[in-house]
């Protein structure tokens, strides 16, 4: 049985960091994402990552590009997302998603979903 379990989150003040943990158990994946809802809001892509023969690839949604990083570790099948310099519009409910194909942007092209971890930043 397939399990994306998050860890992590909890509440910073502004400029602040976490990291965010995506521990995968049943089986590994080649595609993983990190998504975002804030109340109100349409679940967002936040970042993601590819692996290939010939390495991985990194995506980063344009809002966190240079804040945020994503990285996994193999050996733990867990993927990790790195985010700092938080401000108060990173508030949300982060997702890991896995088993993505075609654009791993879009939501619907995931197999997989956690349950989520709140992040509130306070300002």
């Known amino acids: 049985q397939v399990q994306l379990v998050e860890s992590g989150g909890g509440l910073v003040q502004a400029g602040g960091s976490l990291r965010l943990s995506c521990a995968a158990s049943?089986?590994?994946?080649?595609?993983v994402g990190w998504f975002r809802q804030a109340p109100g809001k349409e679940r967002e892509f936040v970042s993601g990552i590819i692996w290939s023969w010939n390495g991985a690839s990194t995506y980063y949604a344009d809002s966190v590009k240079g804040r945020f990083t994503i990285s996994r570790d193999n050996g733990k099948n867990t993927v990790y997302l790195q985010m700092s310099s938080l401000n108060v519009e990173d508030t949300a409910v982060y997702y890991c998603?896995?088993?993505?194909?075609?654009?791993?942007?879009?939501?619907?092209?995931?197999?997989?979903w956690g349950l989520g971890t709140q992040v509130t930043v306070s300002s």
């Open positions: 998603a896995a088993g993505g194909r075609g654009n791993l942007r879009i939501t619907d092209n995931y197999d997989y």
């Open positions: 049943g089986r590994t994946f080649n595609t």
